[in-house]
C-alpha cells in the first residue's frame, strides 16, 4: 500500500491499527502469547509497528493487558475510560487522559471521540470498575471501533459518512455472553451503523488454557455470510491476523 494512505490492520482478537492522516491508533493491545486464563492460537506479532496513541475501550484482561501495554512503552500516549488511568499510573504510565462518553480528544490530524458501549467491565472482586466505550476515530476517515458492546439503538447516530466499522463478532468461550455480539447479531448492527467497509474483529485469536484450538474459526466467515443478507451493499473485508486494508474509496 502507498506511503500514508489510510488503512486498518487486524492484529488479532480486539488490537487494530488505524492509520489515518498520519496517526496511528492502537486499539485494546494483546501482543503476548498469553493473557491470564486464555492463550493466543493465532501467530503472535514479530514486531509491533509504530504506534502515536492508545486507545483502551475496557479494563477486561483481554482487552487491558499490562504486559502488552509494556511492551508498547510507558511513554506512549493512552485514552482511558474515566477511572482506569490510577492502574496504569501505578505500573509507570505517564500519558494517560481519561474520557467518558461523549468527550473528544485531538491527536495529531484526527478527533478521537468515546461512544457508548452495552457491555459491563470490571477487573475482578478487588480491581478496576469502570464503564466500557467505543471510539469513533474523524479525519478524511471515519472509523467506528466497537470494542466490546451488544447492539444499542444509538448506533445509527454513529453512521453519518462511516467509512469502516470494527465489529466484534464472536469471544474466546463455546458460548457469547450477554453485552457482547455474535456474528449474527453483528451482522444486524450493520443496518444501524451503514459503513461502507465493515471488519470482523474479536475472534480466531484466543482459546482458554485447556484447549488447543479456537472455539469458533467461522465466525468471521459467517459474519460476512450474514452481512450479505441482511446488508449487502456494505463491504466487508474478513482479514487474517496482521492483514491489513487501505480505507481508499
Known amino acids: 500500500m ?4 489510510n488503512r486498518i490492520a ?8 488505524i492509520e489515518i492522516d498520519g496517526v496511528s491508533l492502537l486499539t485494546d493491545p494483546l501482543l503476548r502469547r498469553r493473557t491470564a486464563h486464555l492463550h493466543r492460537v493465532a501467530p503472535p506479532l514479530s514486531a509491533l509497528p509504530p504506534v502515536t496513541a492508545v486507545l483502551l475501550s475496557h479494563v477486561h484482561w483481554d482487552h487491558l493487558d499490562l504486559r ?4 508498547v512503552g510507558r511513554g506512549v500516549r493512552v485514552i482511558v475510560p474515566r477511572g482506569v488511568a490510577r492502574l496504569l499510573a501505578r505500573r509507570g504510565f505517564t500519558a494517560l487522559e481519561e474520557v467518558d462518553e461523549g468527550d473528544e ?9 468515546a461512544t457508548h458501549a452495552d457491555h459491563d467491565a470490571d477487573r475482578g472482586p478487588f480491581g478496576v470498575s469502570a464503564p466500557s466505550l467505543g471510539f469513533l476515530v474523524l479525519g478524511t476517515s471515519r472509523v467506528y471501533f466497537a470494542g466490546d458492546t451488544d447492539v444499542f439503538d444509538e448506533m445509527a447516530a454513529l453512521a453519518e459518512g462511516l467509512d469502516a466499522a470494527l465489529l466484534p463478532v464472536a469471544g474466546w468461550g463455546p458460548t457469547v455472553p450477554a453485552g457482547h455480539m455474535d456474528a449474527a447479531r453483528a451482522a444486524e448492527a450493520l443496518s444501524l451503523l451503514q459503513p461502507r467497509i465493515a471488519i470482523p474483529i474479536h475472534w480466531g485469536t484466543l482459546a482458554p488454557l485447556y484447549r488447543r484450538r479456537v472455539y469458533d ?3 468471521g466467515a459467517r459474519f460476512a455470510a450474514l452481512a450479505r443478507l441482511s446488508a449487502p451493499e456494505v463491504d466487508v473485508r474478513v482479514l487474517r491476523v496482521g492483514e491489513a486494508t487501505s480505507l481508499a474509496e
Open 2 to 5: 502507498p506511503a500514508g494512505e
Open 10 to 17: 487486524w492484529l488479532g482478537h480486539a488490537t487494530t491499527l
Open 68 to 71: 502488552s501495554l509494556d511492551r
Open 105 to 113: 480528544v485531538r491527536i495529531g490530524d484526527v478527533v478521537v471521540r
Open 217 to 219: 474459526m467461522d465466525a
